[in-house]
C-alpha cells in the first residue's frame, strides 16, 4: 500500500438531470415544470423577459427596478406588511428583480404550502398597488443605498466598467438616475407594470416536490384574469466595439486597495464559439487552479481574489478579468494579468491543462444540479438566454468535445489585451 | 403540529486508535461525496502578538504535504471535478472537497497527507502573509464600516481570546515564523484534535477501509492546552467611530449573552428572528416601514461555544440621530421584554426554521452534502455529539413564548453587557465618476 500517488477512483456514479415538462395556460404563460422530491420544498422562477433595466425608457432610468422592487409593496387585498408574514408562514419567500433585459420573480415555500404559495405570487404579479407610502419609502432608501453602493469599490468599478463597455447603450445601466428616482410615482409605476408584466411572453418554471396537475390547476384559477402582451421593441443591438479603452481610473479618497476590472466585449451565449471561449476563460481565470490565481495569486501574493468570467448579456457578453490589490500593486498586477491573456492567446495550451479545465467546469455544473433552487437556477437561465431546454443535458458532453485548438483561437480572436479597458477604483494619485 | 417532518441526518460515528473522530453520513440524492476535516482551533488560541495567526495557517495548509506538492491539492480537486475550500472562525478551521462520488478515496488521501506531513517553507509563507494581507485589505481595511466592526468587537468582549479579529492585524502578521507553523501544526494539527466527516453518495463500508487506511497511523499528540474564553460581566460601554470610507451612517448594539447548547442560547437565536429576520420582523418594520429612519436592519443572536453576541446593525437616515435610533430598539426590546412574545409570531419564526433545514445553501441545507457534514462537524465539536444537529431544531421548536421573553429580560432588556457604537460617515461625497 503507497501513500505516494492518488488512489484509484470508485465506479462512476452518473445523474440524470431531468428536463421540464412544458404546459402552456390559456393567457399564453408557458410553464415549466420538474417535479423533483429531495427536498420538501417548491422554488418558483417567473421570467418576464421585457420588463429588465435596459427596457428603460431614457428620461425613466431606475424605473424598472422600482417596478419589481415595489411588486411586494401591496395588492387590494393584502399590505407590504401581509405579503412577507404570510411568505414567511409558508416557509419561503418572494422576491421580484429587474436584470439587465428580464425581471425574475423568485419565490420558494415549503411543500405544504404550494396552493396558499401560488395563490400568493398570482396577486402580487396580477395586482400590485405601488401605495405612495411604501413609493416613498422605497425613493429615500434607494437614494441612501446608493450612497452605501458608491462607498463600496466592487459597485464603483462595476458601474464605471458598464459604462467603459457600453456608453450610451442601455446595457450601461446599474444604478437608477437620481433625477428620475426623484419624479417617479404609482402612475409611472402602474404604467410600467401594466405594459411590461404580461403573461404572453413569460415563462414559469416549477421545480421541487409538487404534482404537476394540482400546479396546473391552481395556476389555471389564480392567474385567470392575468392577460395580455407585451408590446415592445426590443432594446438595441448593443455595439460590437467597446465604448472606451485604455486606463479608467475612478478615484476613491482613502483606498488602501485598487480594485481592477480590466475587459472587453465578446459574443453572445448562443453564438458558435461562446463556450469554447468560456472554456479559454475559464482556464485562465476560473477557480484556485486557473493561471490568475497560480500567478497572480500565489506565485506574486499580488491579490487574495483574483479571476476572470464571462458576463452574459442577452445580445453579447463581456470578458472581465478582476482583482483587488494594494495600491502600490497596481500597476504589476495589471501587467501580470495582460502577461497571462498574452500568453493564453500565444501559447499553445497543454492538452493536460485542457482535461483538467474541462473537468473543473463540469464537475461545477454537476454541483448546480445537487438542490432543487440550483436546478431551478439552470433552467432560469436557458429561458433568460433562450438556450435550448436540453442544454445541460447536452452541455458536458459539448465542453468535453472541444479541442485546445478551438478554445485558444476563440481566445486569440476576441481577448486581444490591447482593446481592454482598464478600470481601477483607488487611491486618486493613481490616475 | 408541523406541516413537514423534521427530518434526521443519518450518520454513523467512531474514533480511531489515534483519537481522529470519524462521522460517515452516506445521503444517496446526487452523485457528490463532501470530505470535511474540522479542527479544533481557531482565533481563541492565538496569544497575544500574534492575531491572525489561526487564518494564515489555514493558507499555510493548501502549500504542500509530502506527497502533494504545492499547487497540486488545488489541481487534484479541480481537474478532478470539485471544488474546496477552507474557512477559520473564532472557535474553529474547517477544510472541505465537494467531489464526483468516484473521488472519495482521492478526497480521503488529500486530507491525511497534510494532516500526517505538511510541508512549509520560507518562501511560501512570505507569500501566503502577502496574500492574506490582501485578504484583509479587501475585507476590511478597504470596506465601509469592517474597521468599525472590529474595533466593536474588540470593545464587546473583555476577554483577549475572544476580543481579536480572525483576519489579525498586519503588524503580528508580520511577524509569523517558520518555527510558528511548525509548532501550531504540531499542537492543532494532530488527528485526536480533528473531526473527519463524509457526506454523501458512498459505501459506509468502503469508506471505511479507505478511512484507516490513510488516517490510522497518524500519530497522536499532547491534548492542546484549553483556552480560557469566559466574560465578566460589566457596565454599558460606547463608542463613537469616524468611518472615513462610510457615506451613510449606522448604529451597532451588541449584547453578550451565554453560548450555545443553553436554553437563554436558544431563546435569544428565537428573539433574534422576531426583531429582525425578514420584512415582517420587528425591527424592520418599526425603524423602516413606520418611523422611516432606517435603510435596513440587520443582526441576532451569535451562536459560538464560547460567551456569544447578539447584534444588531442599523443603517440610518442621515438627518435621524443615532440616539432616536437607539430609543426605538430598546422600546421594541422592551415591548416583547415585558409584553410578551405573542404565539402567532412565534409561530412564523418556527415555520422559517425548519424551512431553513432545509435550504438550498451549499453551506448551511440538509439538500447538500456539504451542509449535512457542516451540522455534524459543528455538534461534534461544539456541544460532543453530532446527534445534536438532530435535536437542536426540536429544541429551537419547543422554545416557548415564556422561555424568549425571559431570555430578552435578563440579557436584551438591560444595558448590562451592551456595547453602543455610533459609525460616523465620514467619506466625501462624490467618489463615483
Not at chain 2, 435550504?359 to 452534502?369: A, F, R, T, V
Request: glycine fraction near 6%; charge should be negative; include cysteine.
Amino acid at each position: 500500500m503507497t501513500r505516494a500517488t492518488p488512489p484509484p477512483d470508485l465506479p462512476m456514479r452518473s445523474s440524470q438531470l431531468p428536463l421540464p415538462a412544458a404546459h402552456q395556460l390559456p393567457n399564453g404563460l408557458r410553464v415549466l415544470t420538474i417535479p423533483d422530491t429531495r427536498a420538501p420544498v417548491v422554488e418558483f422562477r417567473l421570467v418576464l423577459p421585457f420588463a429588465g433595466r435596459a427596457h428603460d425608457d431614457p428620461s425613466w432610468v431606475g424605473l424598472a427596478a422600482a417596478t419589481a422592487r415595489l411588486m411586494i409593496a401591496g395588492t387590494p387585498t393584502r399590505t407590504s406588511f401581509e405579503i412577507a408574514d404570510e411568505a414567511d408562514r409558508y416557509g419561503g419567500s418572494i422576491s421580484v428583480s429587474a436584470n439587465t433585459e428580464t425581471a425574475t420573480l423568485s419565490a420558494r415555500c415549503l411543500s405544504a404550502f404550494l396552493n396558499p404559495m401560488t395563490r400568493l405570487i398570482a396577486d402580487v404579479l396580477q395586482h400590485p398597488t405601488f401605495p405612495p407610502d411604501e413609493v416613498e419609502i422605497d425613493r429615500s432608501n434607494t437614494l441612501q443605498r446608493l450612497r452605501l453602493q458608491r462607498s463600496q469599490p466592487a459597485f464603483l468599478a462595476e458601474e464605471r466598467f458598464r459604462v467603459a463597455l457600453f456608453g450610451a447603450h442601455p446595457y450601461a445601466r446599474l444604478a437608477p438616475d437620481e433625477n428620475a428616482l426623484q419624479r417617479w410615482g404609482t402612475d409611472e409605476l402602474q404604467a410600467f407594470h401594466t405594459a411590461r408584466y404580461r403573461p404572453a411572453e413569460a415563462t414559469l418554471l416549477v421545480v421541487g416536490d409538487f404534482d404537476p396537475d394540482a400546479l396546473m390547476t391552481i395556476l389555471s384559477d389564480a392567474l385567470a384574469t392575468w392577460r395580455g402582451t407585451t408590446a415592445t421593441e426590443p432594446v438595441p443591438a448593443p455595439p460590437m466595439q467597446t465604448a472606451e479603452q485604455g486606463w479608467q481610473l475612478v478615484p476613491r479618497p482613502n483606498s488602501v486597495q485598487s480594485h481592477l476590472m480590466l475587459g472587453t466585449l465578446c459574443p453572445p451565449r448562443d453564438a458558435p464559439d461562446s463556450l469554447a471561449l468560456q472554456l479559454a476563460v475559464s482556464l485562465l481565470g476560473s477557480g484556485t487552479s486557473s493561471r490568475l490565481f497560480l500567478t497572480v495569486r500565489e506565485q506574486h501574493g499580488y491579490a487574495y481574489s483574483v479571476g476572470a468570467h464571462l458576463d452574459y448579456y442577452l445580445r453579447i457578453s463581456a470578458f472581465v478579468a478582476e482583482a483587488q490589490t494594494a495600491t502600490e500593486n497596481t500597476h504589476a498586477a495589471v501587467r501580470q494579468i495582460r502577461a497571462e491573456v498574452e500568453r493564453l492567446i500565444g501559447d499553445p495550451i497543454p492538452a493536460d491543462e485542457l482535461q483538467a479545465t474541462q473537468n473543473y467546469l463540469i464537475g461545477r455544473h454537476m454541483l448546480g444540479r445537487i438542490t432543487l433552487g440550483g436546478v431551478a437556477d439552470l433552467y432560469k437561465q436557458a429561458v433568460v438566454y433562450g438556450l435550448p431546454l436540453d442544454y445541460w443535458q447536452r452541455y458536458p458532453d459539448m465542453l468535453a468535445s472541444l479541442t485546445a485548438a478551438q478554445a485558444q483561437s476563440a481566445a486569440a480572436q476576441y481577448l486581444q489585451p490591447d482593446r481592454f479597458v482598464t478600470v481601477v477604483v483607488g487611491e486618486p494619485s493613481l490616475g | 403540529m408541523n406541516p413537514v417532518p423534521t427530518t434526521r441526518i443519518e450518520y454513523e460515528t467512531y474514533t480511531l486508535p489515534n483519537g481522529l473522530q470519524v462521522i460517515l453520513s452516506p445521503h444517496g440524492v446526487a452523485p457528490t461525496v463532501a470530505v470535511l476535516v474540522l479542527y479544533k482551533v481557531g482565533s481563541v488560541n492565538e496569544p497575544r502578538g500574534k492575531t491572525g495567526f489561526a487564518h494564515l495557517f489555514e493558507h499555510m495548509m493548501f502549500q504542500g504535504s509530502e506527497n502533494v506538492p504545492r499547487e497540486m491539492h488545488f489541481k487534484y480537486v479541480e481537474s478532478n471535478g470539485g471544488v474546496l475550500n477552507g474557512f477559520t472562525s473564532h472557535d474553529l478551521t474547517v477544510y472541505f472537497e465537494l467531489l464526483p462520488a468516484s473521488k472519495l478515496p482521492l478526497g480521503l488521501w488529500l486530507e491525511s497527507d497534510r494532516m500526517r506531513s505538511l510541508q512549509v517553507s520560507q518562501e511560501n509563507l512570505d507569500n501566503q502573509r502577502a496574500v492574506v494581507k490582501e485578504e484583509r485589505r479587501l475585507s476590511v481595511d478597504n470596506q465601509p464600516y469592517a474597521r468599525a466592526m472590529e474595533c466593536l468587537r474588540a470593545i464587546a468582549y473583555d476577554n483577549f481570546a475572544n476580543q481579536h479579529s480572525v483576519i489579525g492585524s498586519m503588524e503580528d502578521l508580520d511577524h509569523a515564523t517558520l518555527e510558528d507553523v511548525q509548532a501550531f501544526f504540531r499542537t492543532y494539527y494532530a488527528p485526536n484534535n480533528a473531526i473527519l466527516v463524509v457526506s454523501g453518495d458512498y459505501d459506509p463500508d468502503e469508506a471505511r477501509a479507505w478511512v484507516a487506511r490513510y488516517f490510522a497511523d497518524i500519530p497522536a499528540q499532547l491534548p492542546p492546552p484549553p483556552v480560557d474564553v469566559s466574560e465578566p460581566d460589566r457596565e454599558e460601554r460606547r463608542e463613537v467611530f469616524l468611518d472615513t470610507l462610510a457615506q451613510v451612517p449606522a448604529v451597532a448594539i451588541t449584547w453578550k449573552i451565554p453560548s450555545r447548547g443553553t436554553l437563554e442560547n436558544d431563546a435569544l437565536q428565537i428573539a433574534g428572528d422576531l426583531l429582525t429576520d425578514g420584512r415582517a420582523a420587528r425591527l424592520y418594520q418599526r425603524l423602516v416601514k413606520q418611523e422611516h429612519i432606517a435603510v435596513s436592519v440587520s443582526g441576532g443572536a451569535e451562536a459560538r461555544p464560547a460567551p456569544s453576541l447578539f447584534r444588531l446593525f442599523v443603517l440610518h437616515h442621515p438627518h435621524v440621530a443615532p440616539t432616536r435610533v437607539e430609543a426605538v430598539i430598546y422600546e421594541e426590546i422592551q415591548k416583547l421584554a415585558e409584553g410578551g412574545v405573542p404565539e402567532r409570531e412565534l409561530e412564523r419564526v418556527r415555520t422559517q426554521l425548519l424551512a431553513q433545514r432545509w435550504s438550498d445553501n451549499l453551506y448551511y441545507g440538509m439538500q447538500s452534502p456539504l451542509g449535512r457534514a457542516l451540522g455534524l462537524a459543528y455538534f461534534a465539536a461544539f456541544e460532543g455529539d453530532p446527534d445534536g444537529v438532530n435535536r437542536a431544531l426540536e429544541r429551537l421548536l419547543a422554545i416557548t413564548p415564556d422561555e424568549v421573553q425571559r431570555a430578552m429580560q435578563q440579557y436584551l432588556h438591560t444595558s448590562r453587557n451592551r456595547t453602543v457604537m455610533h459609525i460616523q460617515a465620514g467619506a466625501t461625497q462624490g467618489g463615483a465618476a
